[in-house]
Each structure stands twice: as C-alpha cells, then as structure tokens.
Nanobody, 110 residues
Framework: QVHLVESGGGLVQPGGSLKLSCSAS??????MGWYRQAPGKQRELVAL???????NYADSVKGRFTISTDNAKRTIYLQMNGLRPEDSAVYYC??????WGQGTQVTVSS
C-alpha cells in the first residue's frame, strides 16, 4: 500500500517561494505529480513527472514551478517561485494509479 505525506506548505507573500515535499512509501512510481484545489474549485493538475524524466506543467505555473524527485529518498518535490495569490490552494501529492496524500495548504497573501 502506498502512503504519501506532504510537507512544506505555509503562508508566503506574493513573489515569494516555497518548496513542497512528498515522502512516499511503497512501490517505485512511474507517474507522480502535484495537484491543487482551491475553495469552490475542482482539483487541477499542477505538475506531472512520467518515467522520471518527462514533465508536464499547467500553463499557469510554467516557468515558475519545478517538479523533481529524489528516488533514493523516495521524495517528490515541487519548487514554487514567483508565487501569486491565485496559487493559494491545498496541494496534493499524487502517484499513479490513484494514490493521494492528505494535502498541504499554501496561502499567498500580503
């Protein structure tokens, strides 16, 4: 059974940075990534990594967010730079086929 635990969320001012971490246990993951859900909105894809190399980003975060992994530590990261108020949401770690973390809150506000 896969167990995912996110950390690194918090309150940051616009233009600031945060780095989210997702500690994973279980099988080796081929598809992994980050989603987010803001109040009243559907959960949306933020960043996805396939096969340890190919990445896919939501248009709204391209050039600002970077997904990476440390396989030895079984950890998935999301580096978020240039944060905007509209990035505020609960961020969820994901691994295929249907494994989710509990979420970590990111709030961007002055």
């Amino acid at each position: 059974q896969v167990h995912l635990v996110e950390s690194g969320g918090g309150l940051v001012q616009p233009g600031g940075s945060l780095k989210l971490s997702c500690s994973a246990s279980g099988s080796i993951f081929v598809i992994m990534g980050w989603y987010r859900q803001a109040p009243g909105k559907q959960r949306e894809l933020v960043a996805l990594m396939i096969g340890g190399g190919t990445t896919n980003y939501a248009d709204s975060v391209k050039g600002r967010f970077t997904i990476s992994t440390d396989n030895a530590k079984r950890t998935i990261y999301l580096q978020m730079n240039g944060l905007r108020p509209e990035d505020s949401a609960v961020y969820y770690c994901y691994t295929a086929p249907n494994n989710w973390g509990q979420g970590t809150q990111v709030t961007v506000s002055s």
